[in-house]
T-cell receptor, first 112, second 114 residues
C-alpha cells in the first residue's frame, strides 16, 4: 500500500516559469513532510520541510503548501532554472516512527 | 563538517553471496537510517538505529540486517543475495531522529547482483 504518492512521473517546464510538483498521502498520522531533490549518482538533498501545524513554508524560490483536509502537498519552484532539473521526492513521517515514507518521485526537466 | 559517507560506492556480487555496507554519519549525529532505492519504487525504509538500538524496521525479509556501533557508525548486511536485491542503498543520518528530524543522505552504495 503506497501511503505517499507522486502521480506525475515527469514534468517539463520552461525556464523562468513556475514548476508545481504534487504529492498525496493517505495516513492522517503523518505530521512532518520533506521534499528532496536527487541528481543521478548522488544521494537525495534536502530542499524544504513543513510541519502539519502549518499550511505553507517558503525558502527562496521554493514554497511548499500543505492541505491537510485533502492530504495533499505541493512544491512550487519560481522561477524554474535549468539547474533544477532532477528527480524530486516528497516524504512523510509520523511522530515516534523514526522513519520517512517516500513517494516514487517526479522527474523535473527545466527547458532553457 | 563532513557529510555522510558510505563505502563502498559500487559493488558487484553473485546470487547467494552476502554483502556488508558501511555508513559513517555526520559528526554528532546519533540516528542512522537505511533506505533501498529501486527504479520506480522510490526509497523504501529498511531500518533506523539510535544509540546502537534498532527503533524501527521496514518490511524487508530477515536477510536484511543492520547494526550500529558506539561511535554511531552503522553497517547493513544482506545475506543470500537475490537478483532483486540489486539497488542503490542509501544511508541517512540525523541528530536524534525525533519527530521533527531531517535525514541527511549519503551518496549511496550501488549494489549489483548477478
Amino acid at each position: 500500500d503506497q501511503q505517499v504518492k507522486q502521480n506525475s512521473p515527469s514534468l517539463s517546464v520552461q525556464e523562468g516559469r513556475i514548476s508545481i510538483l504534487n504529492c498525496d498521502y493517505t495516513n492522517s498520522m503523518f505530521d512532518y513532510f520533506l521534499w528532496y531533490k536527487k541528481y543521478p549518482a548522488e544521494g537525495p538533498t534536502f530542499l524544504i520541510s513543513i510541519s502539519s501545524i502549518k499550511d505553507k513554508n517558503e525558502d527562496g524560490r521554493f514554497t511548499v503548501f500543505l492541505n491537510k483536509s485533502a492530504k495533499h502537498l505541493s512544491l512550487h519552484i519560481v522561477p524554474s532554472q535549468p539547474g533544477d532539473s532532477a528527480v524530486y521526492f516528497c516524504a512523510a513521517s509520523a511522530s515516534g516512527t523514526y522513519k520517512y515514507i517516500f513517494g516514487t518521485g517526479t522527474r523535473l526537466k527545466v527547458l532553457a | 563538517k563532513a557529510g555522510v559517507t558510505q563505502t563502498p560506492r559500487y559493488l558487484i556480487k553473485t546470487r547467494g553471496q552476502q554483502v556488508t555496507l558501511s555508513c559513517s554519519p555526520i559528526s554528532g549525529h546519533r540516528s542512522v537510517s537505511w533506505y533501498q532505492q529501486t527504479p520506480g519504487q522510490g526509497l523504501q525504509f529498511l531500518f533506523e538505529y539510535f544509540s546502537e538500538t534498532q527503533r524501527n524496521k521496514g518490511n524487508f525479509p530477515g536477510r536484511f540486517s543492520g547494526r550500529q556501533f558506539s561511535n554511531s557508525r552503522s553497517e547493513m548486511n544482506v545475506s543470500t543475495l537475490e537478483l532483486g536485491d540489486s539497488a542503490l542503498y542509501l544511508c541517512a543520518s540525523s541528530l536524534d531522529g525525533t519527530s521533527v528530524f531531517r535525514p541527511y543522505f549519503g551518496p549511496g552504495t550501488r549494489l549489483t547482483v548477478t
